[in-house]
Protein backbone atom coordinates (compact mmCIF):
# COMPACT_ATOMS: atom_id res chain seq x y z
CA UNK A 1 0.00 0.00 0.00
CA UNK A 2 1.52 3.48 -1.07
CA UNK A 3 1.73 5.94 1.95
CA UNK A 4 3.37 9.32 2.36
CA UNK A 5 5.99 10.15 4.75
CA UNK A 6 4.85 13.77 6.02
CA UNK A 7 7.98 13.88 8.12
CA UNK A 8 10.29 14.00 5.55
CA UNK A 9 11.06 16.33 2.82
CA UNK A 10 13.76 15.40 -0.08
CA UNK A 11 15.20 18.58 -1.79
CA UNK A 12 18.29 19.55 -4.00
CA UNK A 13 19.32 22.94 -4.03
CA UNK A 14 19.77 23.86 -7.81
CA UNK A 15 21.68 27.25 -9.55
CA UNK A 16 24.11 28.32 -11.87
CA UNK A 17 27.49 28.36 -10.63
CA UNK A 18 28.36 31.47 -7.97
CA UNK A 19 24.28 32.21 -7.84
CA UNK A 20 24.57 31.19 -3.94
CA UNK A 21 23.19 27.67 -3.67
CA UNK A 22 26.35 26.80 -0.92
CA UNK A 23 25.52 29.85 0.60
CA UNK A 24 22.09 29.26 1.14
CA UNK A 25 22.69 25.82 2.50
CA UNK A 26 25.09 27.36 5.31
CA UNK A 27 22.36 29.06 6.54
CA UNK A 28 19.91 26.74 6.62
CA UNK A 29 22.12 24.86 8.45
CA UNK A 30 22.51 27.65 11.15
CA UNK A 31 18.74 28.79 11.17
CA UNK A 32 17.76 25.53 11.87
CA UNK A 33 19.69 25.20 14.89
CA UNK A 34 22.30 22.24 13.88
CA UNK A 35 25.42 24.31 14.92
CA UNK A 36 25.68 25.41 18.62
CA UNK A 37 25.50 29.04 19.36
CA UNK A 38 29.26 29.73 19.98
CA UNK A 39 30.12 27.44 17.49
CA UNK A 40 33.16 28.32 14.92
CA UNK A 41 31.53 27.35 11.56
CA UNK A 42 33.40 28.18 8.03
CA UNK A 43 32.04 30.10 5.29
CA UNK A 44 30.81 27.50 2.31
CA UNK A 45 30.82 24.43 5.35
CA UNK A 46 29.58 21.85 2.65
CA UNK A 47 32.43 23.08 -0.39
CA UNK A 48 34.72 20.22 2.20
CA UNK A 49 37.04 19.56 -1.18
CA UNK A 50 40.43 21.26 -0.59
CA UNK A 51 39.71 22.46 -4.10
CA UNK A 52 36.26 23.36 -3.61
CA UNK A 53 37.33 25.74 -0.92
CA UNK A 54 40.25 27.55 -3.10
CA UNK A 55 38.25 27.75 -5.94
CA UNK A 56 35.39 29.06 -4.32
CA UNK A 57 33.16 26.29 -6.48
CA UNK A 58 31.11 23.38 -5.89
CA UNK A 59 32.36 20.26 -7.58
CA UNK A 60 30.81 17.20 -6.00
CA UNK A 61 27.01 17.06 -4.68
CA UNK A 62 27.12 16.41 -0.82
CA UNK A 63 24.13 15.61 1.62
CA UNK A 64 22.39 16.85 4.83
CA UNK A 65 20.10 17.41 6.88
CA UNK A 66 17.77 19.73 8.90
CA UNK A 67 15.24 19.76 11.27
CA UNK A 68 12.13 22.50 11.00
CA UNK A 69 9.70 21.33 13.52
CA UNK A 70 8.57 18.25 13.31
CA UNK A 71 9.64 17.52 10.04
CA UNK A 72 13.07 16.18 8.21
CA UNK A 73 14.67 18.11 5.69
CA UNK A 74 17.18 16.02 3.33
CA UNK A 75 19.11 18.63 1.15
CA UNK A 76 21.42 17.94 -1.36
CA UNK A 77 23.94 20.79 -3.03
CA UNK A 78 24.54 20.43 -5.98
CA UNK A 79 27.35 21.60 -8.56
CA UNK A 80 26.68 25.03 -10.78
CA UNK A 81 28.99 24.53 -13.08
CA UNK A 82 28.39 22.84 -16.86
CA UNK A 83 31.32 20.60 -16.22
CA UNK A 84 29.88 18.88 -13.17
CA UNK A 85 26.56 18.53 -14.88
CA UNK A 86 26.45 14.72 -14.19
CA UNK A 87 26.69 15.49 -10.29
CA UNK A 88 23.46 17.31 -10.81
CA UNK A 89 21.64 14.71 -13.16
CA UNK A 90 22.27 11.73 -10.83
CA UNK A 91 21.16 13.21 -7.68
CA UNK A 92 18.27 14.38 -8.56
CA UNK A 93 16.65 10.92 -8.41
CA UNK A 94 16.72 10.86 -4.96
CA UNK A 95 14.45 14.23 -4.35
CA UNK A 96 10.91 15.17 -4.78
CA UNK A 97 11.39 18.88 -5.32
CA UNK A 98 13.80 21.61 -6.41
CA UNK A 99 14.78 25.12 -4.83
CA UNK A 100 16.14 27.09 -7.99
CA UNK A 101 18.36 29.70 -7.17
CA UNK A 102 18.48 33.00 -9.26
CA UNK A 103 20.91 35.58 -9.02
CA UNK A 104 19.13 38.71 -9.31
CA UNK A 105 21.24 40.86 -11.33
CA UNK A 106 22.86 37.96 -13.70
CA UNK A 107 19.16 36.27 -14.34
CA UNK A 108 18.79 33.31 -15.97
CA UNK A 109 22.03 31.89 -17.35
CA UNK A 110 22.99 28.50 -19.05
CA UNK A 111 23.09 26.24 -16.33
CA UNK A 112 20.35 27.51 -15.17
CA UNK A 113 18.32 25.80 -17.75
CA UNK A 114 20.15 23.28 -17.84
CA UNK A 115 19.22 22.51 -14.23
CA UNK A 116 15.70 23.40 -14.36
CA UNK A 117 15.69 21.29 -17.97
CA UNK A 118 17.18 17.82 -15.62
CA UNK A 119 14.38 18.86 -12.99
CA UNK A 120 11.05 18.90 -15.42
CA UNK A 121 12.40 15.46 -17.21
CA UNK A 122 11.84 13.81 -13.79
CA UNK A 123 8.56 15.88 -13.18
CA UNK A 124 9.90 17.58 -9.89
CA UNK A 125 8.41 19.83 -8.11
CA UNK A 126 10.02 23.92 -8.03
CA UNK A 127 10.64 26.42 -5.50
CA UNK A 128 12.20 29.82 -7.29
CA UNK A 129 14.48 31.68 -4.82
CA UNK A 130 15.86 34.91 -6.26
CA UNK A 131 19.27 35.65 -4.20
CA UNK A 132 21.04 38.35 -3.71
CA UNK A 133 17.98 40.65 -3.65
CA UNK A 134 19.95 43.06 -1.78
CA UNK A 135 22.58 43.71 -4.23
CA UNK A 136 22.58 47.41 -5.13
CA UNK A 137 21.91 46.91 -8.74
CA UNK A 138 19.55 43.71 -8.05
CA UNK A 139 16.47 43.35 -11.24
CA UNK A 140 14.26 41.32 -9.64
CA UNK A 141 10.92 42.20 -11.77
CA UNK A 142 13.29 41.61 -15.05
CA UNK A 143 14.83 38.62 -13.77
CA UNK A 144 10.86 37.05 -12.94
CA UNK A 145 9.59 37.78 -16.49
CA UNK A 146 13.00 36.28 -18.09
CA UNK A 147 12.46 32.90 -15.39
CA UNK A 148 8.55 32.40 -16.37
CA UNK A 149 9.85 32.31 -20.03
CA UNK A 150 12.55 29.71 -19.63
CA UNK A 151 9.52 27.86 -17.95
CA UNK A 152 7.42 28.31 -21.14
CA UNK A 153 10.34 27.40 -23.15
CA UNK A 154 11.20 23.92 -21.02
CA UNK A 155 7.56 23.24 -21.20
CA UNK A 156 6.40 23.91 -17.97
CA UNK A 157 3.24 22.43 -16.75
CA UNK A 158 0.40 24.60 -15.20
CA UNK A 159 1.52 23.26 -11.08
CA UNK A 160 5.10 24.05 -12.27
CA UNK A 161 3.99 27.46 -13.76
CA UNK A 162 2.39 28.23 -10.68
CA UNK A 163 5.33 27.58 -8.79
CA UNK A 164 6.12 29.98 -5.35
CA UNK A 165 8.49 32.78 -6.20
CA UNK A 166 10.85 34.15 -2.86
CA UNK A 167 13.47 36.79 -2.69
CA UNK A 168 16.38 36.11 -0.19
CA UNK A 169 20.04 36.85 0.52
CA UNK A 170 21.26 34.28 1.65
CA UNK A 171 24.79 36.11 2.49
CA UNK A 172 21.94 38.02 4.92
CA UNK A 173 20.23 34.90 5.97
CA UNK A 174 16.74 36.06 5.16
CA UNK A 175 13.78 35.79 2.45
CA UNK A 176 10.52 37.04 1.73
CA UNK A 177 7.29 35.94 0.14
CA UNK A 178 6.96 39.74 -1.35
CA UNK A 179 9.42 42.36 -2.12
CA UNK A 180 7.03 44.54 0.40
CA UNK A 181 8.39 42.57 3.47
CA UNK A 182 12.53 43.33 2.76
CA UNK A 183 11.92 46.29 5.35
CA UNK A 184 11.39 44.09 7.85
CA UNK A 185 13.89 44.22 10.76
CA UNK A 186 13.15 40.79 12.13
CA UNK A 187 13.65 39.16 8.61
CA UNK A 188 15.22 35.60 8.13
CA UNK A 189 14.71 32.01 6.73
CA UNK A 190 11.57 30.87 7.92
CA UNK A 191 9.61 31.56 4.81
CA UNK A 192 12.00 29.44 2.99
CA UNK A 193 11.56 26.77 5.26
CA UNK A 194 7.71 27.10 5.61
CA UNK A 195 7.56 27.03 1.66
CA UNK A 196 9.33 23.66 1.49
CA UNK A 197 7.19 21.98 3.85
CA UNK A 198 4.26 23.17 1.99
CA UNK A 199 5.04 22.67 -1.95
CA UNK A 200 7.67 20.05 -1.82
CA UNK A 201 5.88 16.53 -1.88
CA UNK A 202 6.40 14.44 0.72
CA UNK A 203 8.32 11.03 -0.24
CA UNK A 204 6.03 8.01 -1.39
CA UNK A 205 6.58 4.08 -1.08
CA UNK A 206 5.10 1.14 0.02
CA UNK A 207 6.77 0.44 3.51
CA UNK A 208 5.87 -3.39 3.09
CA UNK A 209 7.14 -4.09 0.18
CA UNK A 210 10.60 -5.76 -0.45
CA UNK A 211 13.19 -3.21 -0.09
CA UNK A 212 14.63 -0.89 -2.62
CA UNK A 213 17.28 1.67 -2.38
CA UNK A 214 19.16 3.30 -5.89
CA UNK A 215 23.21 4.32 -5.47
CA UNK A 216 23.04 7.53 -6.45
CA UNK A 217 26.44 8.88 -4.93
CA UNK A 218 29.19 6.73 -3.58
CA UNK A 219 31.61 8.31 -0.73
CA UNK A 220 34.61 7.09 0.42
CA UNK A 221 36.06 6.63 4.22
CA UNK A 222 39.12 5.44 5.02
CA UNK A 223 37.92 3.22 8.01
CA UNK A 224 34.92 2.26 6.79
CA UNK A 225 35.70 2.03 2.97
CA UNK A 226 32.93 2.43 0.04
CA UNK A 227 30.30 4.36 1.12
CA UNK A 228 26.92 4.27 -0.77
CA UNK A 229 24.26 7.33 -0.76
CA UNK A 230 20.48 6.83 -1.75
CA UNK A 231 16.76 7.20 -1.14
CA UNK A 232 14.88 4.01 0.11
CA UNK A 233 11.79 3.88 -2.39
CA UNK A 234 10.61 1.21 -0.99
CA UNK A 235 10.33 -1.29 2.42
CA UNK A 236 13.03 -0.64 4.87
CA UNK A 237 16.71 -1.56 5.57
CA UNK A 238 17.97 -3.00 8.85
CA UNK A 239 21.91 -2.87 10.15
CA UNK A 240 23.69 -6.83 9.33
CA UNK A 241 20.99 -7.48 7.13
CA UNK A 242 21.40 -9.46 4.01
CA UNK A 243 20.42 -7.91 0.35
CA UNK A 244 21.09 -8.41 -3.19
CA UNK A 245 22.80 -5.58 -5.27
CA UNK A 246 21.67 -5.63 -8.95
CA UNK A 247 21.95 -3.45 -11.88
CA UNK A 248 19.07 -2.09 -13.92
CA UNK A 249 21.65 -1.70 -17.09
CA UNK A 250 24.10 -5.06 -16.25
CA UNK A 251 22.08 -8.09 -15.52
CA UNK A 252 25.28 -10.56 -15.00
CA UNK A 253 25.32 -8.16 -11.73
CA UNK A 254 23.38 -9.95 -8.88
CA UNK A 255 25.56 -10.56 -5.14
CA UNK A 256 24.17 -11.57 -2.04
CA UNK A 257 26.19 -9.05 0.67
CA UNK A 258 25.42 -7.91 4.22
CA UNK A 259 24.85 -4.57 5.14
CA UNK A 260 27.59 -3.86 8.28
CA UNK A 261 26.93 -0.06 8.84
CA UNK A 262 23.56 2.44 8.26
CA UNK A 263 23.69 5.86 8.28
CA UNK A 264 21.09 8.86 8.37
CA UNK A 265 22.53 12.17 7.69
CA UNK A 266 22.26 14.87 10.59
CA UNK A 267 23.38 18.40 9.77
CA UNK A 268 27.03 17.45 8.54
CA UNK A 269 27.41 14.16 10.02
CA UNK A 270 26.32 10.60 9.62
CA UNK A 271 24.25 8.92 12.69
CA UNK A 272 24.30 5.36 13.05
CA UNK A 273 20.80 3.69 12.73
CA UNK A 274 19.66 0.81 13.31
CA UNK A 275 16.67 0.82 10.56
CA UNK A 276 15.49 3.23 8.18
CA UNK A 277 12.02 3.46 6.34
CA UNK A 278 10.76 4.22 2.74
CA UNK A 279 11.37 8.27 1.64
CA UNK A 280 14.42 8.49 3.52
CA UNK A 281 18.67 9.44 2.41
CA UNK A 282 20.50 6.94 4.04
CA UNK A 283 24.24 5.98 3.52
CA UNK A 284 25.19 2.41 3.96
CA UNK A 285 29.04 0.94 4.13
CA UNK A 286 30.46 -3.10 4.33
CA UNK A 287 29.90 -3.34 0.45
CA UNK A 288 33.22 -3.36 -1.13
CA UNK A 289 32.66 -2.94 -5.32
CA UNK A 290 29.13 -1.05 -4.91
CA UNK A 291 28.92 1.32 -7.95
CA UNK A 292 26.76 4.28 -8.21
CA UNK A 293 23.42 3.22 -10.64
CA UNK A 294 23.15 -0.11 -8.05
CA UNK A 295 19.95 -1.16 -6.35
CA UNK A 296 20.02 -2.48 -2.68
CA UNK A 297 17.19 -4.77 -2.58
CA UNK A 298 15.44 -7.55 -1.27
CA UNK A 299 17.23 -11.01 -1.50
CA UNK A 300 14.07 -12.83 -2.32
CA UNK A 301 11.98 -10.23 -4.68
CA UNK A 302 14.82 -7.98 -6.07
CA UNK A 303 13.90 -5.48 -8.61
CA UNK A 304 16.47 -2.85 -10.03
CA UNK A 305 15.40 0.66 -10.08
CA UNK A 306 16.16 2.21 -13.69
CA UNK A 307 18.82 4.89 -13.78
CA UNK A 308 18.73 7.95 -15.22
CA UNK A 309 21.14 7.99 -18.80
CA UNK A 310 24.22 10.51 -17.73
CA UNK A 311 25.55 12.92 -20.27
CA UNK A 312 28.01 12.17 -22.80
CA UNK A 313 31.63 13.47 -22.55
CA UNK A 314 32.44 16.13 -25.12
CA UNK A 315 36.00 16.18 -24.65
CA UNK A 316 39.24 14.04 -24.72
CA UNK A 317 43.05 14.38 -23.33
CA UNK A 318 45.36 11.46 -23.60
CA UNK A 319 47.27 11.03 -20.11
CA UNK A 320 50.80 9.14 -20.32
CA UNK A 321 53.58 8.27 -18.40
CA UNK A 322 55.98 11.00 -18.34
CA UNK A 323 59.36 10.30 -20.31
CA UNK A 324 60.96 13.69 -20.14
CA UNK A 325 64.47 13.45 -19.03
CA UNK A 326 63.65 14.92 -15.80
CA UNK A 327 60.71 11.85 -15.06
CA UNK A 328 60.75 9.96 -11.62
CA UNK A 329 62.35 12.76 -9.87
CA UNK A 330 59.09 14.06 -8.03
CA UNK A 331 56.34 11.64 -8.07
CA UNK A 332 55.06 8.91 -6.09
CA UNK A 333 53.43 7.23 -8.42
CA UNK A 334 54.79 7.22 -12.08
CA UNK A 335 54.44 4.20 -13.98
CA UNK A 336 51.98 2.98 -16.38
CA UNK A 337 49.66 0.56 -13.49
CA UNK A 338 50.06 3.58 -11.07
CA UNK A 339 48.36 5.48 -13.54
CA UNK A 340 45.98 3.15 -15.19
CA UNK A 341 44.44 1.77 -11.53
CA UNK A 342 43.68 5.57 -10.22
CA UNK A 343 42.25 6.70 -13.37
CA UNK A 344 40.20 3.21 -13.54
CA UNK A 345 39.63 4.05 -9.42
CA UNK A 346 37.65 7.70 -10.65
CA UNK A 347 34.73 6.11 -12.63
CA UNK A 348 33.48 4.73 -9.38
CA UNK A 349 33.14 8.05 -8.26
CA UNK A 350 32.71 9.83 -11.40
CA UNK A 351 29.35 8.62 -13.65
CA UNK A 352 30.80 11.55 -16.41
CA UNK A 353 33.96 10.61 -16.83
CA UNK A 354 35.15 7.83 -19.77
CA UNK A 355 38.98 6.01 -19.79
CA UNK A 356 40.18 4.35 -22.37
CA UNK A 357 43.33 2.23 -23.17
CA UNK A 358 44.69 3.54 -25.98
CA UNK A 359 45.36 0.65 -28.73
CA UNK A 360 49.43 0.09 -29.40
CA UNK A 361 50.32 2.74 -26.90
CA UNK A 362 50.25 0.73 -23.24
CA UNK A 363 51.57 3.78 -21.25
CA UNK A 364 48.79 5.80 -22.59
CA UNK A 365 44.90 6.24 -21.73
CA UNK A 366 42.11 8.06 -23.54
CA UNK A 367 40.68 10.40 -20.53
CA UNK A 368 36.93 11.72 -22.08
CA UNK A 369 35.35 14.08 -19.51
CA UNK A 370 32.27 16.96 -19.74
CA UNK A 371 34.83 20.03 -20.03
CA UNK A 372 38.28 21.64 -19.25
CA UNK A 373 37.58 21.93 -15.99
CA UNK A 374 36.17 18.54 -15.35
CA UNK A 375 39.62 17.02 -16.29
CA UNK A 376 41.36 19.73 -14.83
CA UNK A 377 40.01 18.98 -10.95
CA UNK A 378 41.07 15.25 -12.07
CA UNK A 379 44.54 16.50 -13.15
CA UNK A 380 45.00 18.23 -9.95
CA UNK A 381 43.63 15.83 -7.68
CA UNK A 382 46.03 13.40 -8.61
CA UNK A 383 48.71 15.62 -9.24
CA UNK A 384 47.78 16.32 -5.36
CA UNK A 385 48.40 12.67 -4.50
CA UNK A 386 51.45 12.03 -5.58
CA UNK A 387 51.12 10.91 -9.39
CA UNK A 388 53.38 11.97 -12.14
CA UNK A 389 52.31 11.70 -15.72
CA UNK A 390 51.62 13.82 -18.96
CA UNK A 391 48.92 14.77 -20.57
CA UNK A 392 47.91 15.74 -24.19
CA UNK A 393 46.14 19.19 -25.33
CA UNK A 394 42.15 18.58 -25.20
CA UNK A 395 40.07 17.55 -28.68
CA UNK A 396 36.42 17.50 -28.91
CA UNK A 397 34.49 13.86 -29.41
CA UNK A 398 33.23 14.08 -32.66
CA UNK A 399 29.96 12.01 -33.66
CA UNK A 400 28.94 11.61 -37.31
CA UNK A 401 25.06 11.48 -38.01
CA UNK A 402 22.51 9.29 -40.00
CA UNK A 403 23.39 10.82 -43.26
CA UNK A 404 27.17 10.24 -42.54
CA UNK A 405 28.43 13.71 -41.63
CA UNK A 406 30.98 14.36 -39.19
CA UNK A 407 28.94 16.58 -36.31
CA UNK A 408 30.75 18.43 -33.08
CA UNK A 409 29.13 19.49 -29.30
CA UNK A 410 27.90 22.74 -29.68
CA UNK A 411 28.18 25.69 -26.51
CA UNK A 412 25.89 28.25 -25.89
CA UNK A 413 27.43 30.59 -24.16
CA UNK A 414 26.53 33.86 -21.95
CA UNK A 415 29.03 36.88 -21.96
CA UNK A 416 28.77 39.96 -19.27
CA UNK A 417 31.51 42.42 -20.02
CA UNK A 418 32.01 46.43 -20.33
CA UNK A 419 30.68 48.25 -23.61
CA UNK A 420 33.64 49.16 -24.57
CA UNK A 421 35.42 45.48 -25.27
CA UNK A 422 32.39 43.50 -27.10
CA UNK A 423 33.90 44.04 -30.24
CA UNK A 424 37.29 42.26 -29.57
CA UNK A 425 35.69 39.52 -28.08
CA UNK A 426 32.68 39.35 -30.76
CA UNK A 427 35.92 39.58 -33.51
CA UNK A 428 37.69 36.71 -31.35
CA UNK A 429 34.83 34.36 -30.71
CA UNK A 430 33.77 34.92 -34.85
CA UNK A 431 37.18 33.88 -35.71
CA UNK A 432 36.83 30.52 -33.55
CA UNK A 433 33.64 29.85 -35.70
CA UNK A 434 31.14 31.68 -32.99
CA UNK A 435 27.44 32.80 -34.10
CA UNK A 436 26.56 35.89 -32.60
CA UNK A 437 22.70 35.19 -31.81
CA UNK A 438 21.74 38.01 -29.20
CA UNK A 439 23.66 41.39 -27.55
CA UNK A 440 21.77 43.06 -24.75
CA UNK A 441 22.75 46.42 -22.71
CA UNK A 442 22.70 45.81 -19.04
CA UNK A 443 22.95 48.15 -15.94
CA UNK A 444 26.64 50.10 -15.70
CA UNK A 445 27.57 50.07 -18.76
CA UNK A 446 27.80 46.35 -19.64
CA UNK A 447 26.86 44.11 -22.20
CA UNK A 448 25.61 40.81 -22.49
CA UNK A 449 26.54 38.65 -25.25
CA UNK A 450 24.61 35.00 -26.92
CA UNK A 451 26.67 32.99 -28.98
CA UNK A 452 26.70 29.67 -30.44
CA UNK A 453 29.96 28.05 -30.58
CA UNK A 454 31.82 24.70 -31.49
CA UNK A 455 32.93 23.24 -28.23
CA UNK A 456 36.23 23.39 -29.47
CA UNK A 457 36.12 27.01 -29.89
CA UNK A 458 36.52 27.51 -26.13
CA UNK A 459 39.81 25.29 -25.76
CA UNK A 460 42.18 27.97 -24.98
CA UNK A 461 39.95 30.63 -24.93
CA UNK A 462 39.67 31.42 -21.72
CA UNK A 463 42.57 33.41 -20.75
CA UNK A 464 42.61 35.35 -24.03
CA UNK A 465 38.99 36.33 -22.93
CA UNK A 466 40.32 37.65 -19.58
CA UNK A 467 43.02 39.71 -21.12
CA UNK A 468 40.80 41.26 -23.81
CA UNK A 469 38.28 42.25 -21.26
CA UNK A 470 40.71 43.23 -18.77
CA UNK A 471 40.07 40.54 -16.44
CA UNK A 472 36.27 42.41 -16.32
CA UNK A 473 34.55 39.87 -18.31
CA UNK A 474 32.29 36.91 -16.78
CA UNK A 475 32.06 34.16 -19.10
CA UNK A 476 29.87 31.38 -18.94
CA UNK A 477 28.82 28.35 -21.30
CA UNK A 478 27.18 25.12 -21.22
CA UNK A 479 26.37 21.88 -23.83
CA UNK A 480 23.95 22.56 -26.41
CA UNK A 481 23.79 19.27 -28.44
CA UNK A 482 25.27 18.71 -31.69
CA UNK A 483 26.01 20.00 -35.06
CA UNK A 484 27.21 19.76 -38.59
CA UNK A 485 31.15 20.41 -38.85
CA UNK A 486 31.87 24.41 -38.44
CA UNK A 487 35.56 24.37 -40.25
CA UNK A 488 38.92 24.69 -39.11
CA UNK A 489 39.89 26.56 -36.13
CA UNK A 490 43.23 27.97 -35.61
CA UNK A 491 43.72 27.40 -31.85
CA UNK A 492 47.16 29.88 -31.31
CA UNK A 493 49.04 32.25 -32.85
CA UNK A 494 51.96 32.72 -31.23
CA UNK A 495 54.88 29.83 -31.34
CA UNK A 496 56.77 28.87 -28.45
CA UNK A 497 60.50 29.18 -27.16
CA UNK A 498 62.02 25.87 -26.87
CA UNK A 499 65.27 24.89 -24.76
CA UNK A 500 68.50 24.02 -27.20
CA UNK A 501 69.52 21.55 -24.56
CA UNK A 502 69.43 20.27 -20.88
CA UNK A 503 70.89 21.94 -18.16
CA UNK A 504 69.91 24.81 -15.56
CA UNK A 505 68.48 27.97 -16.88
CA UNK A 506 71.00 30.98 -16.06
CA UNK A 507 70.62 34.70 -16.14
CA UNK A 508 73.06 35.41 -18.87
CA UNK A 509 71.07 32.81 -20.80
CA UNK A 510 67.46 33.84 -20.00
CA UNK A 511 68.68 37.92 -20.91
CA UNK A 512 69.38 37.30 -24.00
CA UNK A 513 66.24 34.84 -24.97
CA UNK A 514 63.62 37.33 -23.15
CA UNK A 515 64.55 39.74 -26.06
CA UNK A 516 62.85 36.88 -28.49
CA UNK A 517 59.84 36.98 -26.58
CA UNK A 518 57.97 36.44 -22.97
CA UNK A 519 59.46 33.83 -20.76
CA UNK A 520 57.81 31.28 -18.44
CA UNK A 521 60.40 30.21 -16.05
CA UNK A 522 63.24 31.95 -13.13
CA UNK A 523 67.03 30.91 -13.33
CA UNK A 524 67.94 28.30 -11.58
CA UNK A 525 65.71 26.14 -13.00
CA UNK A 526 66.39 22.67 -14.75
CA UNK A 527 65.42 22.36 -18.39
CA UNK A 528 65.75 19.52 -21.03
CA UNK A 529 66.08 20.09 -24.92
CA UNK A 530 62.13 20.30 -26.60
CA UNK A 531 60.83 22.07 -22.87
CA UNK A 532 59.33 24.92 -24.15
CA UNK A 533 60.21 27.86 -22.12
CA UNK A 534 58.61 30.49 -23.38
CA UNK A 535 56.22 32.17 -25.90
CA UNK A 536 57.37 33.96 -29.19
CA UNK A 537 55.02 36.67 -30.63
CA UNK A 538 55.47 35.10 -34.25
CA UNK A 539 53.65 31.98 -35.47
CA UNK A 540 57.20 29.90 -35.56
CA UNK A 541 58.49 28.27 -32.75
CA UNK A 542 62.35 29.24 -31.93
CA UNK A 543 65.23 27.34 -30.07
CA UNK A 544 67.13 29.58 -27.62
CA UNK A 545 69.72 28.47 -25.11
CA UNK A 546 68.42 29.73 -21.75
CA UNK A 547 71.51 27.44 -20.06
CA UNK A 548 74.20 29.63 -21.82
CA UNK A 549 76.71 31.61 -19.52
CA UNK A 550 78.61 34.42 -20.61
CA UNK A 551 82.51 33.71 -21.66
CA UNK A 552 85.28 34.41 -19.31
CA UNK A 553 88.28 37.02 -20.57
CA UNK A 554 91.28 38.76 -18.93
CA UNK A 555 89.20 41.93 -20.95
CA UNK A 556 87.06 44.18 -18.48
CA UNK A 557 84.08 45.97 -20.64
CA UNK A 558 82.50 49.13 -19.44
CA UNK A 559 79.11 47.94 -18.52
CA UNK A 560 80.53 44.71 -17.28
CA UNK A 561 79.07 45.46 -13.58
CA UNK A 562 75.95 46.19 -14.96
CA UNK A 563 73.38 43.85 -13.37
CA UNK A 564 71.31 41.74 -15.70
CA UNK A 565 67.34 42.97 -15.59
CA UNK A 566 65.32 40.46 -16.33
CA UNK A 567 61.34 40.41 -16.87
CA UNK A 568 59.03 38.28 -14.44
CA UNK A 569 58.62 35.03 -15.61
CA UNK A 570 55.11 34.59 -16.30
CA UNK A 571 53.43 31.96 -14.09
CA UNK A 572 50.57 29.51 -15.51
CA UNK A 573 48.22 27.77 -13.79
CA UNK A 574 46.93 24.35 -14.41
CA UNK A 575 44.41 25.84 -16.14
CA UNK A 576 45.92 28.55 -17.97
CA UNK A 577 48.90 25.76 -19.29
CA UNK A 578 46.01 23.23 -20.57
CA UNK A 579 44.74 25.81 -22.66
CA UNK A 580 48.26 27.41 -23.93
CA UNK A 581 50.01 23.88 -25.04
CA UNK A 582 49.17 23.05 -28.51
CA UNK A 583 48.11 19.49 -30.79
CA UNK A 584 51.76 18.99 -31.05
CA UNK A 585 52.67 19.68 -27.21
CA UNK A 586 52.13 17.98 -24.02
CA UNK A 587 51.74 19.30 -20.29
CA UNK A 588 54.56 17.16 -17.86
CA UNK A 589 52.79 17.40 -14.50
CA UNK A 590 54.42 16.74 -11.58
CA UNK A 591 53.69 17.11 -7.49
CA UNK A 592 55.91 20.09 -7.81
CA UNK A 593 56.00 21.69 -10.93
CA UNK A 594 54.07 22.19 -14.24
CA UNK A 595 56.60 21.93 -17.35
CA UNK A 596 55.34 22.46 -20.90
CA UNK A 597 57.43 20.74 -23.81
CA UNK A 598 57.06 19.63 -27.15
CA UNK A 599 55.94 16.10 -28.39
CA UNK A 600 58.84 15.22 -30.00
CA UNK A 601 61.73 16.61 -28.15
CA UNK A 602 64.66 16.01 -29.97
CA UNK A 603 65.11 19.03 -32.82
CA UNK A 604 65.89 16.97 -35.85
CA UNK A 605 63.08 14.59 -35.26
CA UNK A 606 60.71 17.59 -34.78
CA UNK A 607 61.47 19.23 -37.90
CA UNK A 608 61.24 15.91 -39.97
CA UNK A 609 58.12 15.31 -38.58
CA UNK A 610 56.58 18.91 -39.23
CA UNK A 611 58.23 19.13 -42.50
CA UNK A 612 56.23 15.30 -43.68
CA UNK A 613 52.98 16.83 -41.80
Known amino acids: ?37 NQDVAERVMDSNDIERERGITILAKNTA ?20 GEVERVLKMVNGVVLVVDAFEGVMPQTKFVLQKAFELSLSVIVCINKIDRPDARPDSVIDEILELFIDLNANEEQLDCPFLFASAKSGFAVNDLK ?26 PDAPAQMLISTIDYNEFTGRVGIGKIDNGSLKMNSEVLIVNHHDESRNRRVRITKLYSFDGLR ?25 TICDTVQPQAIPFQKISEPTISM ?88 RTEPMEDVFIDLPDEYS ?27 HFSIPSRGLIGYRGQFMTETRGNGIINSSFNGYSEYKGDISYRKNGSLIAFENGTAVTYGLFNAQDRGTLFISPGEEVYAGMIVGENPRAEDIEVN ?45 PDNLRLRKKILDSTARYRANKKS
Open 1 to 37: MICKREDIRNIAIIAHVDHGKTTMVDQLLKQSGTFRE
Open 66 to 85: VFYKDTKINIIDTPGHADFG
Open 181 to 206: DLDNPDKDLTPLFESIIKNIPAPEGD
Open 270 to 294: KIDCSEAGFGDIVAVSGISDLKIGD
Open 318 to 405: DFMVNDSPLAGREGKFVTSRHIRDRLFNELNTDVSLRVEDTPGQENSFKVSGRGELHLSVLIENMRREGYEFAVSKAEVLYHTDENGK
Open 423 to 449: GNVIQSLSQRKGELLGMNPLNGGYTRL
Open 546 to 590: VCKTKHLTNTRAASADEALRLVPPRQLSLEQALDYIDTDELLEIT
